[in-house]
């Protein structure tokens, strides 16, 4: 990909993509026992799935919704439709794909970053995987990459099973409920002992369809010794009605293995994110998290890390640029429950044009937790004077043999700076772009160089206004 230097090089149009409605089946708007009953049988669920579907609903409709954050009374979930399948079946082979799909993702370059640098990819549009390829090498290590669905009907069936939402139960919060109901799509992932895999896997999520939700489920398994990244990325283009994504992940990461799971989210301007993301360690494990956050109306985000073994890590980098009409709460969970675990928090919040950025953390340390080490650093850029960002930490610590640190600081672009980069040839706007690329390069040097560089063209767009 050609890294685009000027403001006015990037085309937003690429993200911004309508297709012409073609779906082959749309559910009815809603939620009721009826419209989940008829979602398990598009999905050809097995009996356990159905029941556990409902029970979700049952959590849902008796559950509060949220009141912690940004407010999301604009999103009605009566109007949402849950489930819509467009019309292909899943491929294997790219030149299969129906030809108004392929050419959303040919414009978004995920066939060109197969080629390029991936060992398997998934592409979800709407509420179905309509590709997913893994290379011959790969699958010849053990590993297992595969839709939800497949997963959940064949030969993995009792993995999904022994696995599916027991990190992220529906009584978790309301949200986690609904997805529990309405689940569709998703990525399933299973690294072997001792297979560490150079090159990453990739899922993309696309949601075409006005006024629908996606609630993918993504279940990762990576067994002792074992390493993996992989790379979540998702867009929309803007509709006048709300969309919604309740997404849901989990992370299994097994004794010294790394599992590094990177995402550029670029949801539209309507999108309400609500997703949640949890991983569980064991012992001398790591989860790496690398987050990107530049679109939706209102996030609520906050992966989570539980540091179940003796020597486990965590690790959080994130950026979140909040521009108009955008609340945007993000953040990271740890829990510490064992001794000589860790925990490293860096992040980074940038705000402009009345955009309100906040950065939640939640650090828990248990008594059984002695000799953790606790380090949290997060910083705020104000574009403007009409923007907003705020820190809101916890700290919960239960025994006094821990390290514990936590560091914060709230700024501005300073004029000085403007004016020296202005006087280089630059235009003020490229200059406040620059800037801002700059604040958020901690993100940038842990991505691979093609998302590097997509993470930087989004700020540029950002600066410019001209994302929808």
Not at 220 to 239: M, N, Q
Not at 329 to 348: E, M
Request: proline share 4%.
């Amino acid at each position: 990909m050609r890294e685009k230097t000027i403001v006015s090089d990037i085309d937003r149009n690429i993200y911004n993509i309508k297709d012409e409605e073609k779906d082959n089946y749309k559910i009815e708007e809603g939620l009721t026992p009826e419209i989940v009953e008829h979602l398990s049988r598009e999905k050809h669920d097995p009996e356990w799935m159905k029941d556990f579907r409902l029970k979700s609903l049952d959590i849902y409709n008796k559950t509060e919704m949220p009141d912690w954050g940004p407010s999301i009374e604009g999103l009605n979930v009566d109007e949402i439709v849950t489930y819509v399948r467009p019309n292909t079946e899943m491929k294997a082979d790219w030149n299969e794909v129906p030809d108004d799909i392929k050419n959303t993702f040919d414009r978004l370059g995920i066939p060109q970053a197969e080629k390029d640098s991936l060992a398997g990819v998934g592409a979800q549009y709407d509420s179905e995987v309509v590709y997913h390829n893994v290379r011959k090498e790969v699958e010849e290590q053990g590993v297992i990459y595969t839709d939800m669905e497949s997963a959940l009907n064949g030969e993995y069936a009792d993995m999904v099973k022994e696995h599916f939402m027991k990190l992220v139960p529906p009584t978790d919060h309301k949200f986690a409920a609904l997805h529990g109901a309405v689940w569709s799509g998703g990525s399933f992932v299973y690294v072997p002992k001792g297979v560490h895999l150079e090159i990453p896997l990739q899922s993309y999520f696309r949601l075409n369809a006005p006024g629908a939700g996606q609630f993918e489920h993504t279940l990762i398994i990576v067994e002792d010794d074992a390493y993996l990244h992989f790379i979540e990325g998702c867009s929309a283009p803007k509709y006048n009605v709300a969309n919604l994504h309740a997404g849901c992940v989990e992370l299994y990461v097994g004794k010294n293995a790394t599992l590094r799971y990177s995402t550029i989210e670029n949801w539209s301007k309507n999108m309400y994110n609500l997703n949640t993301k949890r991983a569980k360690v064991e012992e001398g494990g790591k989860i790496e998290w690398v987050s990107g956050s530049f679109g939706s109306h209102v996030s609520y985000l906050y992966p989570m890390s539980v540091l179940n073994g003796k020597g486990a890590r965590a690790e959080f980098t994130g950026v979140t640029f909040a521009g108009e009409g955008q609340n945007l709460d993000t953040g990271t969970k740890v829990v510490h429950n064992a001794p000589d675990t860790s925990s490293y928090i860096n992040t980074r919040s940038i705000s402009k044009d009345g955009g309100i950025s906040t950065f939640r953390s939640a650090v828990v340390v248990n008594k059984n937790a002695k000799n953790s080490k606790v380090a949290v650093s997060c910083e705020s850029l104000m574009v403007d004077n009409i923007s907003r960002s705020d820190t809101i930490p916890a700290m919960d610590i239960r025994t006094q043999y821990a390290d514990v640190g936590h560091e914060a600081k709230i700024g501005k672009i300073n004029d000085d700076e403007i004016f020296y980069i202005m006087s280089r040839g630059l235009s003020e706007e490229e200059a406040k772009a620059m800037i801002v690329s700059g604040f958020a390069d901690n993100v940038g040097k842990e991505l691979p160089v093609e998302y590097a560089v997509e993470m930087n063209n989004l700020i540029r767009l950002e600066m410019k206004g001209s994302i929808g």
